[in-house]
T-cell receptor, first 112, second 113 residues
Framework: EAGVAQSPRYKIIEKRQSVAFWCNPI?????LYWYQQILGQGPKLLIQ????????DSQLPKDRFSAERLKGVDSTLKIQPAKLEDSAVYLCASKAGGETQYFGPGTRLLVL | AQSVTQLDSHVSVSEGTPVLLRCNYSSSYSPSLFWYVQHPNKGLQLLLK??????LVKGINGFEAEFKKSETSFHLTKPSAHMSDAAEYFCVVSANAGNMLTFGGGTRLMVKP
């Protein structure tokens, strides 16, 4: 069974630029999550999707972050414009009916 | 509300000696608890999970954890450390209908030869 796929793996941009990350969850997993992991900290949930609907986006900085899962499968997370403090690893996870979330390898973002 | 505290940010052991990574949690509900491991430049991998069945949970690679409700703890142990165990370990709690995970700050395990 293929795992959660994310791309790109690494991205370097300058502040005020835009960036987008892509996630393809495990086939059949209805729930998809985006997390932000700042260096030296545990991951923090940004947004949770159930199929193509948003379940929880209370921690998403909506003035600059957006996410979509239009067809209920893959998802994109966008930052526009980026700030220095957005430098982090962005993790995507997916879940079927149980409790266990399966994580992708992450996208490491550096904002200069 | 839920929270997780990992009591040690760094733990260093010698190869072949026991490992203890400490975790305390706070939850308003009956929690599910997890330990995840993160190797450098790799994704998070589930080591084990507790979901209100047996309080002693066995995971992969010889790790186990014991849920102690009275102490609100879920410490991770392994009898004998291996060099390949060197990684970052996260204790995680999930205690609501949406299964939102709350991560601890992580413990970096170093294994000396």
């Amino acid at each position: 069974e293929a795992g959660v796929a994310q791309s790109p793996r690494y991205k370097i941009i300058e502040k005020r630029q835009s960036v987008a990350f892509w996630c393809n969850p495990i086939s059949g997993h209805a729930t998809l999550y985006w997390y932000q992991q700042i260096l030296g900290q545990g991951p923090k949930l940004l947004i949770q999707f159930q199929n193509n609907g948003v379940v929880d986006d209370s921690q998403l900085p909506k003035d600059r972050f957006s996410a979509e899962r239009l067809k209920g499968v893959d998802s994109t997370l966008k930052i526009q414009p980026a700030k220095l403090e957005d430098s982090a690893v962005y993790l995507c996870a997916s879940k079927a009916g149980g409790e266990t979330q399966y994580f992708g390898p992450g996208t490491r973002l550096l904002v200069l | 509300a839920q929270s997780v505290t990992q009591l040690d940010s760094h733990v260093s052991v010698s190869e072949g000696t026991p490992v203890l990574l400490r975790c305390n949690y706070s939850s308003s509900y009956s929690p599910s608890l997890f330990w995840y491991v993160q190797h450098p430049n790799k994704g998070l991998q589930l080591l084990l999970k507790y979901t209100s069945a047996a309080t002693l949970v066995k995971g992969i690679n010889g790790f186990e954890a014991e849920f102690k409700k009275s102490e609100t703890s879920f410490h991770l142990t392994k009898p004998s450390a291996h060099m390949s165990d060197a990684a970052e370990y996260f204790c995680v709690v999930s205690a609501n209908a949406g299964n939102m995970l709350t991560f601890g700050g992580g413990t970096r395990l170093m294994v000396k030869p």
